[in-house]
Structure formats: C-alpha cells, structure tokens
C-alpha cells in the first residue's frame, strides 16, 4: 500500500454515525490506525483516519478479494521513518499503518423487508444492523473477540481461521436444517426467530455457519457475528447480542495415538481448550459444566460462570454430530463445536450490569474502554458505573388470548419504547373459573441509561404500548 492510497482511501473524515449511514453494499468502513514499532514492540497507536473505503481503492491496494470478502482487511505498511520522531528519540523506528475494517457492508433495508407475509422484522432490529459493535476494538465485545482470538493464536499447531462478517441474513436452510435443528423444534417459530421470508432468516446463531464453512475446507475456526432472537427483556437478554463459533476437526491419528475414540478424545480437548479459554479472560474465576442438549452436538455441555451471586450461562458445545461432519466432507473424522455469547463473557468480565449499555453511544460508556487496557487473566478494566437515573414503573393487566405469547409483548414494547425498557415481568396470573378466563398482569421497567425520564413521556408510551395490546394484538385489558 503507498501512501497516496491510504491518504485516499482515508480521505473522507467522518463521524462514526455519517459513515455507517453512508456505507453502500461492497463499501468498507476503515479506522486506519498508524503504529509505531521499535524493535518489535508498539510504542504507539495513533488513530489517523476514520474513511469509507470503496471497492475500487481494494483492487488499487492489492488485497487478495478473499480477505475483503471475510472483512480480514488489515494491511501494515512499513513506512518511512518520520524524521521528526527520529530527530526527537534519538534512534529510527519504523512505523506501520494498519488499516482495520471497523464496518462490515451495510444490510440493505431491500433484503431485510422483504414485502412477505411471513416477515416479522422490526423496525428496532433494523437499526441494529450493520452497527458491528464487534469490529470495533475499543469496544468491550471488540476487546472480548480480540482477547480470544488472541488465546486461539497461542495454542499448539495451525492457527484458528476467523471469520467476523459473515452476512447476518441466512437461510433456513443453514440455520437449521443443516444443523439438524428438528422441524418442529421452537426456534423455528416466527414468535422465536426474525423471518425475512418462509425460507430466509436473521440468523439465531453462529452455528448457521458451521456447514458452509467445513465445505470451504477449513478445519478450525473461529466465526463472529450478531445474532438476533425474538426473547424476553431482562438485564441478560438482548434480542440482537453476539456470539463466536468455534469449531476444530481431529483425524484418527489423532485420537488413535491417545488411545480413546474419537468421541472422548474430542470431548475431552474440547472441555480444556475452553478453560484455557476462560482462564485467559478471567484468570481465576468460579465455574463449573453443566450436560446440556444441542440437536448439533452429542455429548452437549454448557459452562456456566458464577455473576453477581448466580451462575450464569455463558456458552454451549460439544461433539459435533457425525452427520454433519460427514456431509460437509469430514468423514471418518471428529470434531468439537462451541458457540458463546461475547455480550455475557463481557458482563462479567467487566462488570457491566445491564446488556442495553452495549448498544449506548454515551462517551461516559464507550470512553471506558480501551484495547490496551486489557490484561489477559487480570482483567484490567472494571466498568465504573454512572449515575443511575430514577426507574419507572408501570403495570398493565389483560385478560389472554389465544394468540398472547410473551415474546411478542415484549417486541412490541421494544419497537414502542426502544432501549428506554428495563424489563418487562409477569407479576400476576391468575384464572377466574367462574368466566374461565386467564388473567395476566405485566410490570414495564421504563429506564434510560443516559438521562432522566419524564413523566409525560413515559405516560405517552405506555399509552401507545396499552393501545397496540388492545389493537394489533387483540387483548381486552382491564
Ligand atoms: C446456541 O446458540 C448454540 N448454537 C451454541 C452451540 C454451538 C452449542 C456449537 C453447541 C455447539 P444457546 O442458545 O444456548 O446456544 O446460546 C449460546 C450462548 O449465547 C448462551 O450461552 C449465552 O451466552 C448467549 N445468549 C443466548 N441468548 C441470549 C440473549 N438473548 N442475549 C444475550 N446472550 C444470549
Ligand atoms: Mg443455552
């Protein structure tokens, strides 16, 4: 890369916000960060640039398309030493450029509302696509991605490959079918999972990935990406969060010389790859293994952190099921398969007490955190709480209908309210017996995490929240 195509490819200075919005399909959003080695260490990283990059400068710059297809743009450009810094320390560094994309390409509104009966994507998840919290390494999930690819570069052998803008938009096909999710498992259910169209999703998790990419011929690797579920509103759950796959095929040889099969040998390496995981963010930290089902894995386990006084669940694995291995072109080999939630290890791990805060642009947040920061083991970096803003609550009680499922109370509330609710809790149910008919009673936590509410505001959303119930979804409150 020269100096005229960085300066080019940078040219446009912008506002994070502008440039999300001006991405085009096949443009990249660059930080270009210059770092300044000297005998090998860092002494420097100066962010230089924030710049839309478009296809053209690619082909310029000579990147091989594969690794703009994956988002893996990081060029280094040894550059001149600047004589200036020279002049002042006395001995000549040299300096790199890296150019890191921070922005996958933006999802088109086009893909997304499809115009199908069958779509049940909002306008509130919308507006999460194309954020790639991850790809920002200043960013706690950016810290966690980069922290365990880095503990994935250390163990013995070939390197983990890594995958972190994959298209969240996948088929059913690859979601579920591919990874033996049943037919008539719940997660295929509207009321569950975003639907573009019958037969195409916002995927539920990464492992909508793990086929495609066995049959490209990888045989360990890392993929990351926004996930997006229809859930309930709680502290823990985000109806859009992130999660890294990890998958990792062994050959015969390789269990046959340990003198187990396959299945054990894997099951073993796969529970000591993720300690050591989970050594390497936390150092020493209380947790324990839970046996857990996944249609994709046998044996399944889940592994459970201890958090602010309760275990709580920060990933799923286990041995991949040989029938997904063998129609991806592993037969006769064995592999292990995890997928975690980087929002929940970051929770602990920083001691960040609610999932919303992610998602804020508030500099009293995201000026908290910073990559360098971050010591594997030691943790670093502890998320200092700003003033908490008064709650408020309000209750709405309905008699259920047929139709009443929680889920989509609570993404109704959402698209009406956005990230000013907390939760949202059943505090009552009861059934009258005399009119055989099933009372529920809702409490919504309405709480910004940026400012004071009004009363008048709140009041006009639940307002709206109240109307919808009795509307669209054909509740008789009371
Ligand atoms: C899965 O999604 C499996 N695909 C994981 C897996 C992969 C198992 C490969 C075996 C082999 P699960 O639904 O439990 O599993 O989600 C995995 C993790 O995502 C959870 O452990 C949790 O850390 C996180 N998670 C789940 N739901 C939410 C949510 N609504 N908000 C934030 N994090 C969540
Ligand atoms: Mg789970």
Not at 216 to 222: A, I, M, S, T
Not at 312 to 331: F, S
Not at 337 to 346: D, S
Not at 359 to 388: C, L, M, N, V, Y
Request: hydrophobic share 35%; charged share 30%.
């Amino acid at each position: 890369m020269n100096d005229a195509g960085l300066a080019e490819s940078a040219a446009e200075d912008l506002k994070w916000h502008d440039a999300m919005n001006a991405l085009q399909p096949g443009n990249r959003l660059l930080r270009v960060v210059e770092e300044e080695v000297y005998e090998g260490r860092c002494l420097a990283k100066i962010p230089v640039a924030l710049g839309i990059r478009e296809p053209a400068y690619n082909r310029r710059l000579n990147v091989p398309a594969s690794a703009l297809e994956r988002g893996e743009l990081s060029i280094r450009r040894q550059a001149a030493p600047t004589p200036k810094w020279r002049n002042a320390r006395g001995f000549e560094p040299s300096t790199k450029t890296l150019a890191t994309a921070v922005g996958a390409p933006a999802v088109t509104r086009e893909e997304v509302f499809s115009g199908d009966p069958y779509n049940n994507v909002s306008e509130n998840i919308f507006s999460k696509m194309g954020r790639n919290l991850h790809h920002q390494e200043d960013h706690p999930l950016g810290i966690i991605k980069n922290v365990i690819w880095e503990y994935f570069d250390t163990l013995d052998g070939k390197a983990f490959e890594k995958f972190d803008d994959l298209k969240p938009i996948v088929s059913t096909e690859m979601n579920f079918d591919q990874v033996l999710v049943p037919k008539d498992h719940v997660s295929r259910s509207p009321n569950d999972t975003y639907y573009v169209d019958e037969e195409t999703v916002l995927r539920c998790h990464t492992s909508a990935h793990q086929t495609e990419t066995l049959q490209q011929g990888h045989d360990r690797f890392l993929v990351i990406g926004d996930v997006y579920r229809r859930d309930t509103i709680d502290a823990t759950h985000y109806p859009v969060f992130h999660q890294m796959e990890g998958v990792r095929v062994f050959e015969p040889a390789e269990w046959e010389a340990a003198g187990v099969d396959g299945t054990e040998f894997a099951a073993k390496e796969l529970k000591e790859t993720l300690e050591g995981m989970t050594r390497h963010l936390f150092g020493n930290v209380e947790m324990r293994w839970v046996d857990a089902y996944f249609p994709f894995t046998e044996p399944s386990f889940e592994l459970e952190i201890f958090f602010k006084g309760e275990w709580l669940e920060v990933l799923g694995c286990g041995v991949m099921q040989q029938q997904i291995l063998d129609g991806a072109g592993g037969e006769g080999k064995k592999a292990w398969a995890f997928g975690l939630g980087l929002e929940r290890l970051a929770m602990v791990l920083f001691e960040i007490p609610d999932i919303r805060l992610f998602w804020t642009e508030d500099e009293r947040f995201t000026k908290q955190f910073k990559a360098g920061d971050f010591t594997p083991g030691g943790a670093g970096i502890k998320f200092q709480s700003f003033s908490k803003f008064p709650p408020c609550l309000k209750d709405v009680s309905f008699w259920v209908n047929d139709e009443f499922t929680e889920n989509n109370l609570c993404e109704q509330v959402r698209n009406i309210a956005g990230d000013l609710v907390e939760n949202v809790v059943l505090i009552d149910d009861f059934t009258n017996k005399k009119i055989n008919k099933r009372s529920n009673c809702y409490r919504i936590t309405y709480r910004s995490m940026e400012r004071s509410l009004t009363n008048e505001e709140i009041d006009a959303l639940q307002e709206k929240v109240r109307e919808t119930m009795a509307g669209e979804m054909g509740l008789e409150l009371r």
